[in-house]
């Protein structure tokens, strides 16, 4: 069993940055997929980006390409998120969600049914 814990967020100005952090606990962590997903109020849960066990991102969103950007120690059992360039539509909370490399999904990493394991969120909000 694998617990996730978020923190990091807050209010920041428009072009401002935030860095998340994703604390895993249980054990294994390295052979773990994690992603960061975000939900803005009144609309559905959006992937952010991914970082597969091996090391492959995974960043489909275009909107945060060039601005977010995500890595993992795995001393530390810890995922970040490096959010730059902050714009008020990265409003959102924004939730770790992890996968073992062990778990057999036919489903893409951008897809949040293919995670077993979720934080319970930490809210951005980004002020014009």
């Known amino acids: 069993q694998v617990q996730l814990v978020e923190s990091g967020g807050g209010l920041v100005q428009a072009g401002g940055s935030l860095r998340l952090s994703c604390v895993a606990s249980g054990r294994y962590f390295s052979a773990y997929t994690v992603a960061w997903f975000r939900q803005a109020p009144g609309k559905d849960r959006e992937f952010v980006v991914a970082l597969t066990w091996d090391r492959v991102v995974i960043d489909d969103l275009e909107s945060v390409k060039g601005r977010f950007t995500i890595s993992r120690d795995n001393a530390k059992s810890t995922v970040y998120l490096q959010m730059n360039s902050l714009k008020p539509e990265d409003t959102a909370i924004y939730f770790c969600?992890?996968?073992?490399?062990?778990?057999?999904?036919?489903?893409?990493?951008?897809?949040?049914?293919?995670?077993?394991?979720w934080g319970q969120g930490t809210q951005v909000t980004v002020s014009s």
């Open positions: 969600a992890a996968r073992s490399r062990y778990a057999s999904s036919s489903l893409s990493e951008t897809d949040g049914k293919s995670y077993s394991y």
